[in-house]
């Protein structure tokens, strides 16, 4: 009789146990092939990569508004975000981000001594 009643409580906690937590996982980002500076925190969830909204602002990713807005505290699944793929290399501890040209916003460059403008994503 225990072994059933401990089997039953056994399985009524695995249907109510929360989803396995997140691995953190800290890597160099590379945005289109181009080094982007940065090393980030992304949570590592099985196969998958999420990152924090701020933080894939900051790279230059354009975001949706609605579930990924400003508001939104958890990390977003990179891939659920249209026009992102990714790829970790555990052995250099990188992600190469593709990122399609309308979800890039506009970034300033300058070369020394001289102005900076802006750049519109569809020309880069």
Known sequence: MRTIAASTLLSALMLIAPEASAEPLFAEVRLNSIDAGKVLQFDKRGEDLAA??????????????????????????????????????????????????GRMTAHRLAREGSSATAVPPRLR
């Not at 909204?53 to 609605?66: K, M, S, T, V």
């Not at 977003?76 to 992600?95: A, E, H, K, N, W």
């Open 52 to 101: 924090s909204a701020q933080d894939l602002r900051e790279i230059g990713l354009r975001l949706d508004p609605g579930p990924a807005s400003e508001e939104r505290q958890e990390p977003i699944l990179l891939s659920t975000i249209p026009g992102v793929r990714y790829r970790l290399d555990p052995r250099t501890q990188s992600v190469e981000l593709e990122v399609d040209p």
